[in-house]
């Protein structure tokens, strides 16, 4: 009997895969620096360190390379396996500043460390200016300079140099460095920029301009708005043009429009400017102005909204060399019998403005103009806004081309208020010399209604790397672009999906309004899938990124999937925690729930009869209240608006 020779058994190899590759650090001189670097593969792997110069790392001979450094000098690592197969790591630089590191803590775990902090100059015009921070970090800091609390486009780098300095270089400069870890900032400093035109003695400016934009649109209990979005998204871009830091938001419940004004309040101070704008539903009652906030009921009373009048006086507590109002709503009265009375304020208080978009008792329309939605009023605003004009003369013009629209003629009439004391003009200069304190208290509450995730760039196990990338279209909607980079060997027809945790509902995705969002971020790149996330002002928990990779393997042509999960924390206005004001008045309105009826308010959407905007018939901006049904005289819509104006108290 002939026994059968055993089969050799076959091993399969596979491809050695970096899972991590070693970060580039910044360090002081005879700092202690670890080098990491992890692998997968068939068998043992064996590693292999060298410099910059091909020599190889003396011990440098496991996956993690511990170096005294001396000198800034670049590494690399090799991995092999028993099949002399081999890949190297990522060059990363061990960069060392022989620099002062006093103040280093002794138990330093990598987080930026500033040793150097820009020094404030002044200059002629046309010669050179040159502002040098440096900070120790692992991995190595990030950079990102600010003038004026703008970023600054390409100003990623420790030294920030401009070669012919003009006028509009001088302002105040602060430098954001951070790492993985966390984020620290430079002390602010001014950069005077002395030249012969210089601005006469007694010219306006601003110490700094900041603007809170709200546009309302898809209603619960009232007719949606198409225009808000396209207003707000335009007017945004040309106030940040005119230097204002801006603040957009969409779909506001009256307390997160209370929140948002909270937060907007603490951006202004002494020669501030102070802008706000809302697009959406309104009326007005015994001469006060109200915003329908997108959970009004129906029938709403004021306590449902939000009254204009507070929102002006909380800008003047705050002591604003310019507090603007500007209000592309309707102004019918909340009841015919009411009889309005005049607008008083609490004080006695100039250099405010009020631009109403129709007079009173009148009705704000919306239209479809040239393929996209805009409201009347802020089609002629955003036509004058950039002027060098005092304020109230580029509302006169708003006012002019307005009434020349035959599509309102007889329906509706611009209307300006003000008590301007000096020729105030929304493209004033910003000057803040003498108040770069103030500024960078204001830059730290306003950069958290603006932080942005950073691009990432994610390494699945086929070998396909693809690229998250983040835009904000407004303060409270994110949008996440996921871009293939680089294929894997045996992949093909890759495609790419993203979902959120938990998920945000995409509230612009209904007819004809997606299109309109999609001309928005139409300028970037093709991404291979997009993912809008909308409401991050309720967001109560980090929000995490799942993307999911589909693709065809080239050997069994199997259709396969592989996921991965980012978690980008709580962007953009999220992190201001809008949501705790409405959870510190839930308890109340629940207490008042059982003492004083409402009467049955249905919860779900009513049949809401409306005419579509078009070219020849605009759409009203009126909430159609049912202010006619039975009720008894404590639910009419009665308030002492005066006194609550003197009981409001501005949070500090």
């Not at 649109?217 to 106030?239: F, G, K, R």
């Not at 909340?334 to 405010?352: K, V």
């Not at 409402?598 to 209240?625: D, W, Y």
Request: net charge neutral.
């Amino acid at each position: 009997m002939t026994g059968s020779r055993p089969k050799p058994c076959r091993i399969m190899i596979k491809d050695i895969v970096i899972v991590r590759h070693p970060v580039c650090v910044c360090v002081p001189v005879n700092h202690k620096v670890t080098l990491s670097v992890r692998a997968e593969g068939t068998g043992i792997l064996s590693y292999q360190w060298f410099t910059e110069d091909e020599k190889e790392v003396s011990g440098g001979t496991d996956a993690d390379l511990t170096i005294r450094a001396k000198k800034t000098q670049l590494y690399v690592c090799r991995v092999n396996d028993p099949f002399y197969n081999c890949v190297f790591s990522d060059w990363v630089k061990v960069k060392v500043l022989d620099i002062d590191k006093s103040g280093l803590p002794v138990h330093w775990q990598g987080e930026p460390h500033i040793a150097v902090n820009p020094k404030p100059q002044t200059v002629r015009q046309g010669t050179k200016v040159s502002l040098r921070c440096a900070a120790f970090g692992i991995p190595t800091p990030h950079y990102q300079w600010y003038r004026n609390g703008q970023p600054l486009v390409d100003k990623t780098g420790d030294t920030l140099q401009i070669d012919h300095a003009t006028a509009e270089h001088g302002g105040s400069y602060l430098c954001s460095i951070s790492n993985v870890l966390e984020e620290r900032w430079t002390e602010p400093v001014d950069v005077d920029i002395v030249q012969t035109d210089e601005l006469p003695p007694g010219a306006l400016t601003a110490t700094d301009k900041v603007a809170l934009l709200i546009g309302n649109m898809n209603y619960s209990n009232h007719p949606d708005l198409m225009a808000p979005i396209m207003d707000v998204h335009e007017l945004s871009n040309l106030l940040q043009q005119l230097g204002f830091r801006v603040v957009s938001l969409l779909d506001l419940t009256r307390e997160e429009i209370l929140a948002a004004v909270d937060k907007f309040t603490q951006l202004l101070d002494r020669g501030v400017y102070g802008l706000f704008y809302y697009a959406g539903h309104g009326y007005e009652h015994a001469g006060r102005n109200y915003l329908v906030a997108v959970d009004a009921p129906q029938p709403y009373r004021p306590e449902n909204c939000v009254c204009v009048q507070r929102i002006m006086v909380s800008m003047q507590q705050r002591r604003t060399a310019l507090s603007v109002i500007l209000l592309d709503t309707c102004r019918k009265w909340y009841h015919q019998d009411c009889i309005p009375s005049g607008i008083m304020p609490l004080r006695p208080s100039g250099n405010t403005v009020y631009g109403y978009a129709t007079c009173e008792d009148a009705e704000a329309f919306e239209v479809q103009d040239g393929g996209k939605s805009t409201g009347i009023f802020t089609k002629y605003l955003n036509a004058h806004i950039l002027q060098s004009e005092k304020v109230t003369h580029v509302l006169e013009k708003v006012s002019e081309d307005l009434g020349r629209d035959p599509l309102v003629t007889g329906k509706q009439v611009v209307e300006i208020k003000h008590t301007l004391k000096e020729p105030r003009s929304l493209a004033d200069p910003v000057r803040t010399t003498g108040h770069t304190r103030e500024l960078r208290l204001r830059d730290a509450c306003w950069r958290q209604a603006n932080e942005l995730p950073r691009k990432k760039r994610l390494m699945f196990l086929c070998g396909v790397e693809v690229e998250i990338s983040f835009s904000a279209l407004f303060s409270n909607v994110l949008v996440a672009f996921a871009t293939v980079k680089k294929t894997g060997p045996r992949t093909q027809d890759c495609t790419v999906t993203l979902s959120s945790i938990p998920a945000m509902e995409d509230t612009f995705s209904g007819p004809g309004r997606s299109e309109e969002m999609d001309t928005l971020f139409k300028s970037f790149d093709n991404p291979d899938c997009t993912l809008r996330l909308c409401a991050l002002q309720g967001l109560t928990e980090s929000l995490v990124i799942k993307m999911d990779l589909h693709y065809t393997h080239m050997d069994s042509k199997l259709r396969c999937t592989e996921s991965q999960q980012v978690d980008i924390g709580k962007p953009l206005m999220a992190s201001c925690k809008l949501y705790r004001r409405n959870h510190a008045t839930a308890a109340k309105k629940q207490e008042g729930a059982s003492a004083k009826s409402m009467g049955n308010i249905s919860r779900s959407k009513p049949l809401l009869h409306q005419t579509v905007a078009g070219p020849c018939r605009p759409f009203t901006r009126k909430a159609e209240c049912a202010a006619k049904v039975a009720v008894t005289r404590s639910n009419e819509p009665e308030e002492n608006d005066e006194n609550e104006l003197q009981d409001f108290i501005l949070p500090h």
